[in-house]
């Protein structure tokens, strides 16, 4: 096994080992290309999410309509009672009871998404992160690798003076030799052909594993540190520009990394994939007369935020982790208006559907109201009738007690003959 089979084999061994990086490695070894591989994994994520986003936009039109509607009485309430605050939030309580109005309730389904939302970006921002860290060092020990075994050793700094030193070739026997020059220039059509090879582009962008910015292909010496974890003392600056040099004065990997597209995307599709929303809803309530009721009323700073933190991770950090901002909103920009349509006829039906149990709810009253009302006035004859029957009753006893008084004196008279 020669010596950069045994790097790669020991960088291997290091690969970050998280829940993301092992399902990103995992499509990766499938797909090929670790852009068509993000854009996989996030659409994979926001399909899975709809039903939260689903339920969010309904119960978020829900309040938002109810609110329409207490919005009047409770700044009557405000207005009465000027700076009495604890009897201005009693009154408002007892609105929203008898509107059936909870705020805690209204705000669950919108905690909840977040909560999932905010999870899955920052595990995915961290795992995404360590991926690209763990690939800009593979990439440069991998280059090292080929220069050292073009060169026939170890590259070794070796002071001159304080202000100056030099890069050497340190031999497997120990003894430290100057770089011949038609070594070097061998060395540097290597690393430059390699790093051809290994690099992860994609589309527009030379490093997928760099921002979509002018910054350079290639990390600095104190960035490579910092995110490698190497230190210092094990490698010398001047190693790592004596393999990176070629590559930074390469036409092909000079320049820019890219042209500060995807910033503009994310900034751009955050904000549509939101305001879409508003364009539309306003549109179908001016083509049926109606007033419309902005659902994002009460997140109208959140229209406006968002993109600007979109397109600040998407200017600092890596472009993979862009891609998967870009692909998330561009994935909203499409969906957002099929979610609305199908949240609005869904609320319409199930409000109608309200609606026609209150109408017979009351029609229900209305006649049992009747019925009773009917039958109260049937007791009322009853005992009416009853009453003038027991008025004739009691007139005509005195006529039947004379009747019976005169026939009892002629049955005596007729005795008294006899």
Known sequence: MDFLTINIANLLATQPQGMWEAFIFGLENVIKNYGLTIILITLIIKVILLPFDFLNRYVTKKNATKMAVIQPEIEKIQKRYGANRDLINQKTMEVYKKHNYSVTGSCFAMILNLAITITIFFTLFT???????YKTATEFETLQAVYEQTV??????TKISDAESKVQVKLEDGTIIDLDEQKISLANEAVVKTYGEIKEGFLWIKSIWRPDTNASVTLNYKDYLSISKTKAEDLPQAVYE?????????????????????????????????????????????LKGEQYVDAM???KILIYLMPIIMALFAWFYNAMFAIYMVTGALFGLATNPIITLIVDKLYAKNEQKQNDKTLATV????KNIEKNKNLNNNSDVKVKNAKIAKNKDTKNKPLNNEILFKKSQKDTSK???K
């Not at 795992?127 to 860290?133: D, E, H, K, S, W």
């Not at 029609?363 to 209305?366: I, K, L, P, Q």
């Open 242 to 286: 004596q393999i990176f040099n070629p590559i930074k004065n390469d036409k092909e990997f000079s320049g820019w990394n890219g042209y500060f597209v995807l910033i503009i995307l994310a900034a751009v599709a955050t904000y549509l994939s939101t305001q879409i929303n508003v364009w539309i809803g306003k549109a179908r309530a001016s």
């Open 363 to 366: 029609s229900y009253s209305r």
């Open 415 to 417: 005795k008294d003959k």
């Open 152 to 157: 026939g050793g170890e590259l070794v700094e």
């Open 127 to 133: 795992g995404l992160n360590r991926i690209a860290a």
């Open 297 to 299: 009323a009460q997140n």
